[in-house]
């Protein structure tokens, strides 16, 4: 060897330890994008599988029939948030979400290849249903143990940043499940052909994407923080009493949520269907003024989960609290009144400023509440809760006031919810301050 050639250098063992945390990161999250596509993805192309698996001469009842085993997914979430957190709780984080997300394949493979009602009547929408159950069983596990395996990879000055990537990919979720409508609809397939057949395609490309986030996770790294609760010996008890340890924690979980997730669901689920009852903007132009606010909603995540590491949880709770108490009513009154797309984007984006406030954190927020052997569980069972409650209902009370004639009803119900949260946000300690988890039981 020449005297001029210098041996490599190892890389810093900070570079080597960020980089193996991005990693993680990007393989705890994905699957997280994969779940709330095949979710969304439901939604989306309702339109076109309902009259499959519904037999009715009445359009309307057939979207009322799809809504109804759309809200089934929500009731069944609590129930996969304690399976899930469970697991994760006592088997780890890599399992819950390996599990998790296969789960959500099979959910996607039934709704794919099921026939139609013409073909095996009855059993159609039964396996319909039980495809929905799935999902929702997948979906309530996934929050869980996603927001606390990201916490819990990332090192401590950046919880807030990491740990906002959960819902980076939630929104990236939903907006894949548009973009996939939007080629459907427009490059690949006529209007007759996804009608006939093109529908079932979402879904197998939702159990493909599952399959290989699976393969994904199979190999993803352990949290150290379970690996050295794991260690210690420490009395193994059921996750549910376990829970009941810490009510409240749980009260705080169930309160800082309610608003947040009930305005989640306003401007990401129910404003696709605003905008183009309400605003009458038409098809095409709903789903890009949506796809760009929601593109608008990711940017910021991550932006606020750092500003977060810096100055704290708590002014980021309380500012989407102030805000949105005060400026719901407004946007929605005026996005209701308005006729210009640009307008609409510009109103939804200034809801999403003061809503992200929520959802970046909401995360962390929670992790840090719960020690180690319970986190998985005290994440995800109130929260699964309070978002079937106040997140999944958000869309039927905005329709059922506007049936009755007095849709701004709902602007002030969605103020109300979002200001009971901020007495929540108010009183609560800084969690980035008063963090629990360096505790493991």
């Given amino acids: 060897m020449s005297d001029n050639i210098l041996p490599a250098h190892p890389q810093p063992i900070e570079l080597v330890d960020a980089k193996r945390r991005i990693k993680a990161i990007f393989i705890g999250s994905v699957g997280n994008l994969v779940e709330w596509y095949d979710f969304y993805a439901y939604t989306a192309f309702a339109l076109y599988f309902a ?6 001469h009445d359009p309307v009842v057939q979207q009322l029939n799809a809504a109804t085993l759309f809200a089934a997914g929500f009731i069944v979430r609590p129930i996969g948030g304690w399976l899930f957190g469970h697991l994760a709780d006592r088997y780890g984080r890599r399992l819950s979400l390996t599990l998790s997300v296969l789960m959500m394949c099979f959910g996607s493979l039934i709704i794919a290849l099921t026939p139609t009602y013409a073909t095996i009547g009855f059993a159609a929408p039964a396996l319909l249903a039980l495809a929905r159950i799935i999902e929702g069983l997948s979906l309530g596990g996934e929050y869980g143990a996603s927001a606390t395996y990201l916490t819990e990879i990332a090192d401590p000055e950046h919880r807030g940043f990491y740990s906002s990537f959960q819902y980076v990919t939630l929104i990236g979720g939903q907006l894949t499940a548009i973009m996939v409508l939007l080629l459907l609809q427009n490059v690949f397939l006529t209007h007759e052909q996804l009608v006939a057949w093109g529908w079932r395609i979402p879904f197998v490309i939702g159990a493909l994407l599952a399959i290989t986030a699976m393969f994904m996770r199979r190999h993803m790294q352990e949290t150290d923080s379970f690996v050295a609760a794991s260690k210690e010996t420490v009395k193994r008890q059921s996750s549910l009493r ?20 009930a305005a989640f669901y306003t401007f990401t689920t129910y404003m696709q269907t605003f905008v183009k009852q309400t605003v009458g903007l038409s098809d095409l132009t709903t789903t890009y003024v949506i796809a760009g606010s929601l593109i608008f909603a990711a940017v910021l995540q991550p932006i606020y989960g750092a500003i977060s590491d810096r100055i704290g949880r708590k002014p980021l709770l309380i500012f989407f609290g102030v805000a949105g108490t005060l400026l719901t009513v407004p946007i929605l009154t005026t996005l209701a009144g308005t006729k210009s797309p640009w307008i609409a984007f510009l109103l939804i984006c200034g809801a999403w400023i003061f809503t992200a406030g929520y959802t970046s ?12 052997s319970i986190r998985a569980t005290g994440i995800a069972v109130p929260y699964a809760v309070t978002v079937s409650i106040f997140g999944g209902t958000a869309p039927a009370i905005a329709l059922f006031f506007k ?20 007495l929540v946000y108010a009183t609560m300690r800084d969690t980035k301050h008063t963090s629990a988890m360096h505790r493991h039981d």
Avoid: D, M
Avoid at 51 to 56: C, M
Avoid at 242 to 261: D, F, N, Q, W
């Fill in 51 to 56: 009259p499959h698996f519904f037999p009715s």
């Fill in 242 to 261: 376990g829970l009941l340890k810490y009510p409240r924690e749980v009260a705080i979980v169930v309160g800082l949520t309610a608003g947040g997730t």
């Fill in 361 to 372: 954190i909401n995360a962390v927020v929670k992790a840090e509440l719960f020690p180690t």
């Fill in 403 to 422: 049936q009755q004639g007095h849709e701004e009803w709902f602007y002030y119900y969605l103020a109300g919810v979002i200001c009971l949260s901020l």
